[in-house]
């Protein structure tokens, strides 16, 4: 079964054709039933999902070609962004962490989020990559279980927490959301998978080039959380919303954990490919 893609350009609400060469944009292709606006869309789901059932019959000259560097982030303004750090086995390791027994949740501010081609301007000498998994919320709630968290999911992207670790261990103990939060440290996308389509979801190859350079390489069945336990946990403490973006973790080969350190310079191109979610490709000035 053909799994939706669901992304934005000039603000707008589009499906990304199966050949990634065309869009249709959603209000226009479904005459009006749904909205223009990504965040409203996304709270109406089941119904996006419906409407992209039909896209493999659209004509030819419904679609607009698809240009990835005018891809808008997917998801513009969500209520809240959580983050889970050392949830990949290999990166505790690195990082000389043991295994943590619950999620270690941190934040991201919305006002960090980035184009999925955006440029990322570095500040200081020690910026980071960190390749991760994003889940979307659909359908939010409190206390939701195990069992039901997948279909409170809208979707999968691919994710780049990108991290001043000056700013996160200029204290202690160290503090993670503002050294996340830098303008453009956010990215996501290119666009978002369903999640309820994708037979794949539960384990799938992540790779991070930083100029070429293979740094971070794993499949996600390393994680110590898989999504519906971060759900279920996230849940059990605060109401999640549609739209929501959950940045589950990343793998092992982090700048800092490397020796030597490799940090991120002016130049340097940031590719994050996760198998059938797409890439990121983003520019550090």
């Known amino acids: 079964m053909t799994s939706a893609r669901f992304g934005s350009v000039g603000g707008r609400a589009v499906l990304v054709a199966d050949s990634l060469a065309g869009f249709v944009d959603i209000e226009k292709f479904s005459g009006g039933k749904l909205p223009s ?16 059932k039909s896209l493999a019959s659209a004509k030819t000259t419904e679609l607009t070609p698809l240009d990835f560097d005018k891809l808008d982030c997917p998801v513009p303004r969500p209520r809240q962004i959580f983050a889970v750090g050392v949830n990949y086995k290999a990166h505790a390791a690195e990082m000389n962490h043991g295994l ?12 960090s989020l980035n184009r999925p081609h955006g440029q990322i301007k570095l500040v200081g000498e020690k910026c980071d990559f960190e390749a991760e998994l994003v889940a979307v919320i659909a359908k ?30 200029a204290n202690t103990p160290p503090q993670f959301s503002l050294g ?15 999640a309820a389509t994708l037979a794949t979801r539960g384990n799938l190859e992540m790779t991070c080039r930083v100029s070429g350079e293979v740094m971070q390489h794993t499949q996600t069945d390393d994680m110590i959380f898989e999504i519906p336990d971060i759900i279920a946990y996230l849940s059990s403490i605060c109401e999640l919303f549609a739209g929501d973006v959950i940045y589950t973790g990343t793998p092992s080969g982090v700048g800092a954990g490397r020796t030597p350190q490799r940090f ?14 797409g890439t990121l490709r983003n520019t550090c000035i």
């Not at 830098?182 to 369903?194: E, L």
């Open 37 to 52: 606006d990504p965040m409203a869309c996304i709270e109406r789901w089941s119904e996006v999902c419906s409407l992209a």
């Open 100 to 111: 943590p027994k619950e999620p270690l949740v941190f934040t991201k501010f919305p006002s």
């Open 140 to 169: 939010g709630g409190r206390n939701i279980s195990l069992t039901d968290a997948w279909s409170h999911v809208a979707g999968l992207c691919a994710g780049q927490d990108f991290s001043d670790r000056a700013l996160q261990y």
């Open 180 to 194: 996340k939060s830098r303008a453009g440290f956010a990215a996501i996308g290119p666009y978002i998978t369903d």
């Open 264 to 277: 991120l310079r002016a130049g340097d191109i940031v590719e994050t490919t996760i198998q059938d979610l």
